[in-house]
Antibody
């Protein structure tokens, strides 16, 4: 069974930093593209970032580019999101999402989702 | 950026009814479209990809159709567990974008 468990959420002041982690199991982690997708309260879904299976290809949404860094450690079946210069508009649930496959276009389909980690940016 | 527009915003229905949700893309995306179901307190669930292919384990009452800019998700006979918010998502171009969602609620 595929499982994705996010951790590291919490409350941080504007301008602060936070690091999210995602522990994966139930599949060959290094074979798959993994994404971060977020959802603010009462809002829709927003794609944040993706990283390829070997970490060589990385993409970011415009709203987080230059502030967030995605990374992975395939030896630990783990994904990370380093979030710097946080803004109030970054407040959201952050989901770790396994892609349908490692190959375009299915690498852009959000197949399995975690339960989410809540990040609150507030003074 | 490709803008995805879903309609209606809210649909009030009774169990057993046929439900049709619409999604429109601001430019052609071929069949690079997915549908997701979101319930409170849970991560979204993939229902349909490639505009019309059901994901693993998705009941046959869910079906998708359409191509290019106009897409439809149909629930042939709504079950009580289907009350949720449904989102479409295009994966033709960067950035990957979602529609605003359609809430399916109990009449």
């Amino acid at each position: 069974e595929v499982q994705l468990v996010e951790s590291g959420g919490g409350v941080v002041q504007p301008g602060g930093s936070l690091r999210l982690s995602c522990a994966a199991s139930g599949f060959t982690f290094g074979d798959y593209v993994i994404h971060w997708v977020r959802q603010a309260a009462g809002k829709g879904l927003e794609w944040v970032s993706l990283i390829s299976g070997d970490g060589s290809d990385i993409f970011y949404g415009d709203s987080v580019k230059g502030r967030f860094t995605i990374s992975r450690d395939n030896s630990k079946n783990s994904l990370y999101l380093q979030m710097n210069s946080l803004r109030t508009e970054d407040t959201a649930f952050y989901y770790c999402v396994k892609a349908h496959s490692g190959i375009y276009p299915n690498s852009r389909i959000f197949h399995y989702w975690g339960q989410g980690a809540l990040v609150t940016v507030s003074s | 950026e490709i803008v995805m527009t879903q309609s209606p915003a809210t649909l009030s229905v009774s169990p057993g009814e046929r439900v049709t949700l619409s999604c429109r893309a601001s430019q052609t995306i071929s069949s690079n479209l997915g549908w997701y179901q979101k319930k409170p307190g849970q991560g979204p669930r993939l229902l349909i990809y490639g505009a019309s292919t059901r994901a693993t384990g998705i009941p046959a009452r869910f079906s998708g159709s359409g191509s290019e800019t106009e897409f439809t998700l149909t629930i042939s006979s709504l079950q009580s567990e289907d009350f949720a918010i449904y989102y479409c998502q295009q994966y033709k171009n960067w950035p990957l974008t979602f529609g605003g969602g359609t809430r399916v609620e109990s009449k």
